[in-house]
């Protein structure tokens, strides 16, 4: 758990509150923001749970005390100036008191950059097959036994590509295996984040 964070610079804070930024140790998805007072960064300190101070009752509040939706503390940073807060957490449950995953009603799911948004475009030829300008509606149209022969070998062009000292081809060769493997994972009904929690668990 990495505490090893500045202490907020409490005198220039309006009110002696500092804004907390949550967001998920794994996802980095921002699930809400809260403010903070010295005590309530005790108590979140010792709890290993977030706690907030709360400014329209005037107390502290530890997310999660009633619902059960806690935020279990993984770590803390400051930023450049001292007056905001970067709380990451493993929670329990949704954050909103609405009900959803964030305060912004969005899914606290994982995020992958651009091979999120190609994955999209991947189940999107999945599910329209009879696209004929479309080299991976071909794919999924020939069955799950020849795009497994494709990332087989894309795999082995791979690995001969690895041994050599072209890092141009290398480069390309690993960008189809991957294209490839990512089209072969819809195909058995799975996604990054099948594996991303496989990974997960293996980790524990």
């Known amino acids: 758990m990495r505490l090893d964070f500045s202490t907020p610079a409490w005198e220039k804070l309006e009110q002696g509150l500092v804004p907390a930024i949550i967001q998920d140790a794994t996802t980095k998805s921002v699930l809400m923001l ?18 907030f101070f709360s400014r329209s009752k ?57 091979f999120g948004e190609l994955e999209k475009t991947i189940a999107s030829r999945k599910a329209n097959q009879d696209d004929d300008n479309s080299y991976v509606a071909s794919l999924f149209r020939k069955g799950i036994n020849k795009i497994a022969q494709k990332v087989g070998e894309e795999a082995v062009e791979t690995v001969i590509e690895a041994k050599d000292d072209n890092d141009t081809l290398f ?34």
């Not at 990451?88 to 651009?114: A, I, L």
């Not at 295996?177 to 058995?188: D, G, S, V």
């Open 58 to 114: 005037q107390r502290l509040w530890t997310k999660g005390e009633e619902s059960g939706n806690f935020l279990n503390l993984v770590s803390i940073k400051n930023d450049c100036d001292k007056d905001t807060l970067l709380v990451s957490v493993n929670p329990t449950g949704p954050t909103c008191h609405k009900g959803s995953d964030t305060c912004w009603n969005e899914e606290n799911s994982g995020r992958f950059g651009f």
């Open 171 to 204: 480069l390309n060769e690993s960008a189809d295996l991957l294209f490839h493997y990512l089209i072969l994972l819809q195909a058995k009904g799975f996604s990054l984040k099948d594996i991303e929690a496989t990974l997960l668990e293996r980790k524990k």
């Open 34 to 51: 809260g403010y903070m007072n010295a005590q309530a960064l005790d108590k979140t300190l010792k709890l290993k749970k977030v706690t």
